[in-house]
């Protein structure tokens, strides 16, 4: 990589880094009406693969990561048709490594995105792709709601701890402490803003 595209990049990721805090002061907090009408896709799924790439962007490369999923209980979207049925791929920004003193460093370009975990379950309210290919979860933290425990003991939980999941929702079953609820109360719930 020649110095002057290194130079650029990095100044790239210094401004992107500069604009997350910033960024992550002002979200928005969303009920679950607010995440599921915002999203592209709703869906119940498994990591089976997780995989570091690039994709070329203002000039640059931009680090993503490319989650591949299994759709296990779909609310919302299209799970594409013949050998792909049921598979998902969602390419969200990943990591920068940045040379320094110390040794390379590694850090997220924004700190709410979230990062999924092979062989963990979610459910995940996912954007529709950027032009160059890229989406993550409506409300970033918010709308990826990672599966606790098993069986009827199934909860779900985002990087929020749920907090205002209900607000705004007579019928919700959602306690506005926040914390995990049933899976079985979640999905329910969706289904019924999604009016399924």
């Keep these: 990589m020649g110095a002057m595209l290194r130079r650029e990049l990095l100044t790239g990721v210094g401004a992107l880094l500069l604009a997350a805090p910033a960024g992550a002061k002002t979200l928005t907090q969303m009920n679950l009406a607010d995440l599921a009408n915002r999203a592209d896709k709703v869906f119940r799924g498994t990591v089976i693969s997780v995989k570091a790439g690039s994709v070329k962007a203002g000039g640059g490369e931009l680090p993503i990561l490319v989650y591949r999923l299994r759709v296990e209980e779909p609310f919302k979207g299209d799970f594409g048709e013949g050998k792909e049925k049921g598979l998902v791929e969602i390419r969200m920004v990943g990591e920068a490594k940045v040379k320094a003193a110390s040794g390379p460093q590694r850090f997220g370009l924004w700190r709410d995105v979230p990062r999924l975990q092979r062989g963990q ?76």
């Excluded at 979610?122 to 970033?140: E, M």
């Design 121 to 196: 379950e979610y459910v995940l309210f996912a954007t529709r792709p950027s032009s160059i290919g890229l989406s993550t979860t409506v409300g970033l933290g918010q709308g990826a709601f990672r599966i606790l425990g098993a069986g009827k003991d199934e909860k779900a939980v985002n990087a929020f701890d749920n907090l205002g999941l209900g607000r705004g929702m007579p019928e919700a079953p959602f306690p506005s402490a926040g914390g995990p609820v049933p899976y079985a109360d979640l999905a329910r719930a969706i289904r019924a803003v999604l009016g399924q």
